[in-house]
């Protein structure tokens, strides 16, 4: 039964990424290529020498050196177009389906043993607490940035802290949630749910504090194109849990219950 639902979350994954291409294709690009005409235009504007500085400009051209310091013949290993099309469907697709499989995973360890959750519920809140561990949360404190936001040498750093507050959020969504499972028979479920939230919201609340800050955004950087381009990832993760979680479910639900007992209940 585990593998049928392994494939069948890749499958429900391999879908989201195609949904999560088609956000990031109308939504995100375009803040990129954005953030790449500012990145572009200010590397131009350093390279260039000072217009009144003709002598300089004729030394150069004594000794057979360009004027210009840009090289506009360096080659892309990949280009801008295949980035933004077969890179991005390809980037996303696969993506999805790594997710979807893990997420089926997830859902085979915790079928039966939180509660009296049908396939399509349990898979929904699952992709929901996915959400907010994987993505919202560590957003919070390391949001999505596009090109030309953040400094070359820092990239290992950022990434490595956005992994830490990604795997702090995972393991405070794990360890919530085990927690209130066993406070459940001695304090409800209810009150349990709520101590679990307060100490997921406590974990997170002190690693916002204790992690450091980082804020490498160009002070002339246009506002507008930094917040959408978070706007456009977070739709983009959103559609990609939002519809695993719903094609998963409903996947899963035609797996674990025949149609007569789906019936039944529906009855």
């Known amino acids: 039964m585990v593998r049928d639902l392994l494939i069948r979350g890749m499958i429900a994954g391999f879908v989201a990424g195609l949904l999560c291409f ?7 690009e375009p803040q990129v290529d954005r953030a790449i005409a500012f990145e572009e235009s200010h590397a131009e504007a350093e390279a260039a020498p000072p217009a009144h500085d003709h002598g300089a400009v004729a030394d150069a051209s004594e000794n057979g050196q360009s ?12 280009s801008r177009g295949v980035q933004s099309t077969a890179g991005l469907l390809t980037a996303t697709a696969v993506y999805g389906a790594a997710m979807g499989g893990l997420f089926a995973l997830a859902f085979a360890f915790l079928y039966g043993r939180v509660g009296d959750f049908s396939p399509r519920a349990l898979a929904l809140l699952l992709a929901l607490a996915a959400f907010a561990a994987v993505y919202y949360v560590p957003s919070l404190k390391y949001p999505a940035n596009p090109p030309a936001v953040g400094e070359p040498s820092t990239i290992s750093f950022r990434t490595g802290m956005y992994l830490l507050m990604m795997v702090i959020s995972l393991g405070a969504t794990v360890f919530s949630v085990a927690t209130a499972k066993r406070l459940a028979v001695r304090y409800g479920g209810l009150d349990a749910a709520l101590i679990g939230a307060g100490l ?27 917040w959408k381009f978070r706007m456009a990832s977070l739709g983009m993760q959103a559609v990609t849990w939002g519809a695993m979680g719903l094609v998963f479910g409903w996947l899963a639900e035609r797996a674990l219950m025949p149609m007569p007992a789906m019936r039944t209940r529906a009855a």
């Open 22 to 28: 088609g956000v990031a294709k109308l939504f995100g």
């Open 67 to 78: 004027a210009h310091v840009h090289d506009h013949g360096e080659e892309e290993l990949v």
């Open 200 to 226: 997921f919201i406590a974990i997170i609340v002190i690693a916002q504090v204790v992690l450091p800050d980082i804020n490498e955004v160009p002070a002339d950087f246009p506002a507008t194109v930094l």
